[in-house]
């Protein structure tokens, strides 16, 4: 998932003519599981110990695998110094907890479809193939290059990734968290999300991007967040590491509070995706898929993919250490994708702030 952050340092950019070019019902409470596995550091008490960046292997089992995460980034350009940080902090503390002994599956990886792919590809005269085929390799070689120890790396394109999309949605529909709807609105393709008027500029320029959204109507598959309002406010009550750090819960808290809207989950417009299983006319949109890249990480490289299987490798992961520009769609939208399935909860999200230049 895109660590969007604009950066004009590039660490790398063996790629110059890449670069060069213009470039709804009632909340139900009820679930299968029970949230959090029983390893994992939290339960219905909030007092146990700062989990895994302590060292601390409170609450859990000594043969749990310490499973971290950086963003799977997006191939839409080569890395930056943005992605550098999260993974050279992601590695710093895979090496800590490798030190304690403990087993340590350390996933990094990419996020390779949407609109926004396709068009970059588009633009330096290649297919949306090719264009992820060589993205990918500059992360693999800058991490290579920076001595990065991670143990999977998930590309969104491999087929056992797109194997357990496809079964994770086809949980979340069973579940009756999935419905059709039209929609319209003010898009930004960059974020490839619609926006809300009140959350932009003027002439509805992206507060992220200082670009125009476009106006759009699209038929698309929506997943029922607002279902999961209730069970956010009490998750994150009870367990309120579970964000970190304590601003950034805080920031999450109020998002929630304010009220969650379903989002949609596909686009009609998108070829570059993975099918919806019961529609081939529709994607599936860049979030539903590139979340899922920390559990498909998790399965060997000739194994038949399938999401429950996968799971028992060791999901769930101990912390997705991640940018705050997408926060939310880990402290919100996952844990209410992961609830609807019936999977646990990741023990941890910590977003961190943003590399600053002055002058
Ligand atoms: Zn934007």
Known sequence: MATRINCTAWLVNPWHAITSKPSISKPRLQFRHTLFSSSSSYSSSATHGAMGCTGSTNGASETDPFVLTTPLYYVNAPPHMGSAYTTI???????????????????????????????????????????????????????????????KFIRTTDAKHEAIVQQFYSRVLENGDIYRADYEGLYCVNCE???????LLDNNCCPMHLKPCVHRKEDNYFFALSKYQKFLEETLEQNPEFVQPPFRLNEVQSWIRSGLKDFSISRASVDWGIPVPNDKKQTIYVWFDALLGYISALSGENEQPDLQGTVSLGWPASLHLIGKDILRFHAVYWPAMLMSAGLSLPKKVFGHGFLTRTA
């Open 193 to 199: 999300e619609y926006k809300d008027e009140k959350d």
């Open 89 to 151: 902090a992601a590695d710093a503390i895979a090496r800590f907890q490798r030190l304690l002994g403990k087993k340590v599956i350390f996933i990094t990886g990419t996020d390779e479809h949407g609109e926004k792919i396709a068009t970059a590809a588009s633009a330096c005269g290649s297919s949306p193939r090719e264009h992820c085929d060589l993205i990918s390799q500059v992360y693999k070689a800058l991490w290579k290059d920076l001595d990065i120890a991670y143990d």
